[in-house]
């Protein structure tokens, strides 16, 4: 198991920020628990506060005491919670001389004097824990006036009531603090994983072209990373299908146009032994051998050509093998063979002569190709009415052969693919060798140069 299986960061981010968040709610939530409650609780704003609308509450409770024409006994046993709607605790001070009957009306007393204070709640009020935090934050007593007497009371908010508020409300900001951590997070996670969506949809939509870029270092960023990987490997494979696609057709439009040379002068070397155009038996058995060469070129080339729509081969078979071989001889002989269709087809054209002797490396079908197409667009497009003139140059790393003629006035291109030059260009370049055209007004030169073999 690797390093990114064992150790995820994005899940580690994630519970870094969820335990950031529960700290903070705890802090928020302490704070308000212990000290910001308390102190709202004894705040003179609090007391003030309550102090006025504990004495607008006992104003009211005098007046209804006064319609209702209650006795001392009657406000003691007064039930309806009058006073102590809401958060307010009702305690009531009688004389001594009255007597707490009721014994379900809790009370505890204490001697002032002759007054004995009894302390007496309401049922919806709260406890007697809510009278004891009450009576630390103020006590004002407010005489009532009853039928048969008078008795002292004061209302005091329902403190445990407050504090219960104020932990909810510090519940509350806590939960506020927790989600001001985690949810900015998460919405942060969302927004990225939209983003690699969004991203991903353009290239199933098929646009190849777009990059993929997810920030952060985390699996998010490596998912991106993968689909960017995937994307650029899904790019090069169609490149290369596509650049593979193009080199055969033009392979297979090469091949096509070099098919049509040999074809030409088999047809011609036919047509002479068919019609008896030859003087000697000589020329005869020449003319038969040559056919039987292109015929056989002609073979070779099909093969090949067939080949080539192999788009997924492992290997071309267009590229036929490299071998050592007698450079003056087979230069001699092409040129030779070459020059001759072309006296035959009324030019003027001497094949040069190789004074020493050297060696080549190169395919022999490759060469004859090159020759092929040179001599076919001298037939195509060169003067015949001006002398061919050929040259061999014998250097010490290459030979060289430049061949010049003039361009026919008004040649005709009807017949011309424009494959011709390039085939010769690429061949050459396979060989090692090189090819360069010059053109000055209408004289044509053709520079071939093919590298010697050195052992």
Same mark, same amino acid.
């Given at each position: 198991?690797?390093?990114?299986?064992?150790?995820?960061?994005?899940?580690?981010?994630?519970?870094?920020?969820?335990?950031?968040?529960?700290?903070?709610?705890?802090?928020?939530?302490?704070?308000?628990?212990?000290?910001?409650?308390?102190?709202?609780?004894?705040?003179?704003?609090?007391?003030?506060?309550?102090?006025?609308?504990?004495?607008?509450?006992?104003?009211?409770?005098?007046?209804?005491?006064?319609?209702?024409?209650?006795?001392?006994?009657?406000?003691?046993?007064?039930?309806?919670?009058?006073?102590?709607?809401?958060?307010?605790?009702?305690?009531?001070?009688?004389?001594?001389?009255?007597?707490?009957?009721?014994?379900?009306?809790?009370?505890?007393?204490?001697?002032?004097?002759?007054?004995?204070?009894?302390?007496?709640?309401?049922?919806?009020?709260?406890?007697?824990?809510?009278?004891?935090?009450?009576?630390?934050?103020?006590?004002?007593?407010?005489?009532?006036?009853?039928?048969?007497?008078?008795?002292?009371?004061?209302?005091?908010?329902?403190?445990?009531?407050?504090?219960?508020?104020?932990?909810?409300?510090?519940?509350?900001?806590?939960?506020?603090?927790?989600?001001?951590?985690?949810?900015?997070?998460?919405?942060?996670?969302?927004?990225?994983?939209?983003?690699?969506?969004?991203?991903?949809?353009?290239?199933?939509?098929?646009?190849? +072209?777009?990059?993929?870029?997810?920030? &952060?270092?985390?699996?998010?960023?490596? $998912?991106? !990373?993968?689909?960017?990987? %995937? /994307? #650029?490997?899904?790019?090069?494979?169609?490149?290369?299908?596509?650049?593979?696609?193009?080199?055969?057709?033009?392979?297979?439009?090469?091949?096509?146009?070099?098919?049509?040379?040999?074809?030409?002068?088999?047809?011609?070397?036919?047509?002479?032994?068919?019609?008896?155009?030859?003087?000697?038996?000589?020329?005869?058995?020449?003319?038969?051998?040559?056919?039987?060469?292109?015929?056989?070129?002609?073979?070779?080339?099909?093969?090949?050509?067939?080949?080539?729509?192999?788009?997924?081969?492992?290997?071309?078979?267009?590229?036929? +093998?490299?071998?050592?071989?007698?450079? &003056?001889?087979?230069?001699?002989?092409? $040129?030779? !063979?070459?020059?001759?269709? %072309? /006296? #035959?087809?009324?030019?003027?054209?001497?094949?040069?002569?190789?004074?020493?002797?050297?060696?080549?490396?190169?395919?022999?079908?490759?060469?004859?190709?090159?020759?092929?197409?040179?001599?076919?667009?001298?037939?195509?497009?060169?003067?015949?009415?001006?002398?061919?003139?050929?040259?061999?140059?014998?250097?010490?790393?290459?030979?060289?052969?430049?061949?010049?003629?003039?361009?026919?006035?008004?040649?005709?291109?009807?017949?011309?693919?424009?494959?011709?030059?390039?085939?010769?260009?690429?061949?050459?370049?396979?060989?090692?060798?090189?090819?360069?055209?010059?053109?000055?007004?209408?004289?044509?030169?053709?520079?071939?140069?093919?590298?010697?073999?050195?052992?």
């Amino acid at each position: 198991m690797d390093r990114k299986r064992r150790f995820s960061r994005l899940g580690s981010k994630l519970v870094g920020v969820s335990v950031l968040g529960l700290l903070l709610a705890f802090a928020v939530f302490w704070l308000a628990d212990n000290a910001a409650v308390p102190w709202l609780l004894h705040s003179d704003w609090f007391i003030r506060a309550y102090r006025e609308r504990n004495e607008a509450a006992v104003q009211a409770y005098q007046d209804y005491v006064t319609e209702q024409g209650f006795t001392v006994r009657q406000v003691q046993e007064d039930r309806d919670g009058r006073l102590a709607e809401g958060i307010y605790t009702v305690m009531a001070g009688l004389p001594l001389s009255i007597e707490v009957t009721d014994k379900s009306v809790s009370s505890s007393a204490v001697w002032d004097g002759d007054i004995r204070y009894s302390f007496v709640w309401a049922e919806t009020a709260g406890t007697e824990a809510d009278i004891a935090a009450a009576s630390e934050v103020a006590v004002d007593m407010y005489p009532i006036q009853c039928a048969d007497g008078a008795v002292h009371i004061f209302a005091a908010p329902a403190a445990l009531r407050y504090a219960g508020l104020g932990r909810v409300a510090g519940l509350l900001l806590a939960l506020l603090g927790f989600c001001l951590v985690v949810v900015p997070y998460i919405v942060r996670l969302l927004r990225r994983i939209r983003a690699l969506s969004r991203e991903a949809e353009i290239l199933m939509a098929g646009d190849l +072209e777009h990059s993929i870029h997810v920030e &952060g270092r985390d699996e998010l960023s490596g $998912l991106g !990373e993968d689909i960017e990987r %995937l /994307r #650029r490997s899904v790019l090069e494979r169609i490149q290369g299908e596509r650049e593979a696609v193009a080199a055969n057709s033009r392979l297979i439009t090469s091949m096509s146009h070099d098919l049509r040379t040999p074809l030409t002068k088999l047809t011609g070397y036919l047509d002479i032994l068919i019609y008896r155009k030859y003087q000697t038996q000589e020329e005869h058995d020449g003319f038969l051998r040559m056919a039987s060469e292109k015929a056989v070129q002609l073979r070779t080339l099909t093969g090949q050509m067939l080949a080539s729509a192999q788009v997924d081969a492992p290997q071309s078979p267009l590229e036929p +093998e490299a071998e050592v071989v007698d450079g &003056g001889l087979l230069l001699g002989q092409l $040129l030779e !063979e070459q020059c001759g269709d %072309l /006296r #035959r087809e009324g030019f003027d054209v001497r094949p040069p002569a190789f004074e020493r002797d050297f060696q080549l490396y190169l395919s022999t079908a490759d060469a004859v190709r090159i020759f092929d197409n040179l001599f076919s667009n001298l037939k195509k497009y060169a003067d015949s009415a001006v002398p061919v003139r050929i040259q061999a140059e014998d250097g010490p790393e290459t030979v060289t052969l430049r061949v010049a003629n003039r361009v026919r006035p008004v040649p005709d291109r009807t017949d011309s693919h424009g494959v011709g030059v390039p085939t010769m260009r690429e061949l050459l370049e396979r060989a090692g060798g090189r090819l360069e055209i010059f053109l000055h007004g209408d004289a044509y030169e053709s520079v071939l140069a093919f590298p010697k073999y050195r052992a």
